[in-house]
């Protein structure tokens, strides 16, 4: 039998309860049963993330006001949170199949990292705004759907998953998307209505085909429903307004210049510090080995006991022993210091090299 509904006051006699507390309060009644909470949250964070019922075949319910950052982080799969009002940062963060309802606008961060579920704004989203989501294909695409728009650098890094961006009540805006959107997105789409400019030079932006149109159609009218915004279908489902953004072919792609090159043709004459060093433009690997070393052992044989300790514990089997005499081979040490640090006499000594560096 399903319990009644928990509801939960984090502040009474201006007495709050902690993050914590709130938090060890909603896992106790999941053990107990309770599976639909209401709680007048004051700033509390991570409310109805990673949380399961003890029967799995049962759907978590949150309605939540005052909510602090990270609604619904790392949720799963059967869970709906419904937040009435704005929520700060991080909304949504790695969701992992949870269904959030914001009646309000959100903070920076909205879907960041969102690897499945769905995000449903009825206002706006802050700055980096579904940045990095992503997409594993054992399951359902992640989505954000967002009546107005966003802040700048949305869509970061953006690698799966599909964003919605309704550009309601936006049309004084120059770019419904902020500013230096879609900075290296690499997967995913993301449809918008409305201005967009300022966007980065590695997406393309595309026309709707039909496949597009059924996917919106669809998703539009559940999205309103869910925002109790169902009137504005009308207006919103006018297709010619859309477009749609998705990464450019790597074919397409401009030819980006070899850090050597950017450095010889592009960078202030022999670089930044070329008053003190000269610059040889020699790009060093990584870890730098024979002058590229920035520290270079030196052996000392006053209290050498020949434990070889440092011989067995050199990562780069750089030490070499012969007659009781050690020494370091040029084009294997990198001037890691392990020598120095095992050896029990200290008869390793680190010595600079920026001389022959420079």
């Known amino acids: 039998m399903n319990k009644e509904v928990f509801k939960i006051k984090t502040l009474i006699d201006n007495n709050r309860m902690s993050t914590q507390e709130l938090l060890q309060l909603i896992t106790s009644k999941l053990e107990e049963g309770y599976t639909e909470f209401e709680i007048e949250a004051c700033g509390q964070h991570n409310i109805g993330g990673s949380s399961w019922a003890k029967d799995r075949s049962k759907e978590l319910v949150f309605k939540l006001k005052n909510p602090g950052q990270r609604v619904g982080a790392m949720a799963l799969a059967g869970t709906t949170i419904y937040v009435e009002g704005s929520a700060p940062a991080d909304v949504g963060w790695l969701n992992s199949g949870a269904k959030i309802v914001v009646n309000g ?19 706006r989203v802050g ?4 940045a990095l989501m992503k997409h594993d294909p054992k399951f359902e695409l992640p989505e ?24 309601y009540d936006c049309d004084d805006m120059s770019s419904v998307l902020g500013s230096r959107s879609c900075v290296g997105m690499v997967g995913g789409t993301i449809y918008v209505r409305g201005n967009v400019e300022d966007i980065s030079d590695s997406v393309d932006i595309k026309e709707l085909n039909e496949e597009d149109i059924i996917f919106l159609s669809s998703g539009m009218e559940k999205f309103l429903k869910n925002i109790k915004k169902d009137a504005l279908y009308v207006e919103l489902s006018k297709w010619e307004n859309w477009k749609k953004i998705v990464p450019m072919p790597s074919d397409k792609k401009e030819k980006k210049m070899s850090v050597s090159d950017f450095r010889k043709n592009c ?23 024979a002058n590229g070393r920035i520290r270079i052992p030196k052996w000392d044989k006053t209290n050498c006991v020949d434990c070889k300790i440092c011989l067995n514990n050199c990562p780069q089997n750089a030490i070499t022993e012969e007659a009781k005499i ?10 890691c210091g392990i020598c120095s640090a095992v ?16």
Do not use: Q
Request: aromatic content about 12%; charged content about 20%; some cysteine.
């Open 326 to 335: 050690y020494s370091t081979l040029e084009d294997k040490c990198i001037g």
């Open 127 to 130: 700055t980096r705004s579904g």
């Open 144 to 167: 954000l759907w967002v009546l107005k728009n966003t802040g700048s650098f949305s869509f970061e890094f953006m690698g799966g998953g599909i964003a919605v961006v309704c550009g």
């Open 267 to 289: 960078w202030i004459e022999n670089g930044i510090f070329g008053d003190f060093i000269k610059d040889d433009f020699v790009v060093y690997s990584l870890p730098a080995t």
């Open 105 to 123: 606008d959100c903070g920076d961060t909205a879907a960041h990292c969102a690897a499945g579920g769905k995000i449903y704004v009825s206002g």
């Open 343 to 358: 050896c029990p006499k200290h008869c390793w000594n680190l010595i600079s090299n920026r001389k022959e560096i420079s």
